[in-house]
């Protein structure tokens, strides 16, 4: 069996920590599906601008390889529990494979063709297998369950977010909606709670640095990288 990508997926992530957990979270999270030269064509589209949503089929390319274990522990369930790896979206699998469903917002076509999505929850650079338009007819099923992952994850208030003035000036309203929308999802791991602790994410060319005060968020620094 012999697959290769058809595409690369460049995001605001240059690492992992900080990504969404799932794919449409956070829509202002903007990514280009660019394609490979093979791939740079026109008719391998013709028709997608009639969908709004896609699925990518994508490689967790900088994931470690998998080390046999069965099981692995799901940060939704604070990283305490253990889940059979098919029973969850972990990376780490033996074959790492991603599945990510995006919202399509328009193709370009000069001077190649790329496909701008929002909602992604991928690290830049990320290799792109395949790509399928959603079906919401068979593919939304309300009356499926699934149980400790049956909802979407909870979210802190906005309000609980504290962007200085100051801060949001410096790195752009653009950005300032997605640095919201990301630590609104508590992307530190579940088992840290030391208000004294600095976080730190690298995002679209930036660091953002916040700390936790009780029930707050506080974003502490933002500077470019490099």
């Known amino acids: 069996m012999n697959l290769s990508p058809i595409a690369t997926l460049h995001t605001p992530f240059p690492e992992k920590f900080g990504i969404p957990r799932q794919s449409g979270i956070v829509d202002s999270a903007i990514g280009r599906v660019e394609m490979l030269p093979e791939f740079n064509r026109i008719d391998f589209v013709r028709g997608l601008e009639s969908f ?24 939704r369930l604070g990283g305490n529990e253990r889940l059979g790896v098919f029973a969850t979206r972990s990376p780490n699998r033996p074959n ?22 929002a909602g992604i929850d991928a ?7 395949d790509i399928k338009p959603y079906l919401p007819w068979c593919e939304s099923r309300p ?55 600095t976080y730190g994410m690298a995002i679209a060319g930036w660091n953002i640095k916040w700390q936790l005060q009780g029930d ?5 620094e933002a500077t470019r990288l490099g």
Not at 60 to 68: A, H, K, T
Not at 147 to 161: L, V
């Open 52 to 75: 709004t949503h896609l699925w990518l089929i994508t490689v967790f390319d900088q994931s470690p390889p998998w080390d046999g274990k069965a099981t692995v522990r799901p940060p």
């Open 96 to 117: 790492p494979i991603g599945l990510s469903l995006v919202r399509l917002l328009k193709i370009e076509t000069h001077p190649r063709l790329v496909l701008h999505v």
């Open 123 to 129: 690290v830049d650079g990320t290799p792109v297998l």
């Open 143 to 197: 009356e499926a369950a699934a149980d400790w992952a049956g909802r979407a994850p909870e979210q802190r208030p906005i309000e609980s977010i504290i962007l200085p003035p100051d801060l949001r000036q410096v790195m752009g309203e653009e950005l300032a909606t997605m640095v919201t929308e990301l630590l609104r999802l508590e992307s530190q791991p579940a088992y840290h709670s030391a208000s004294e602790r």
């Open 216 to 220: 707050l968020v506080i974003v502490t």
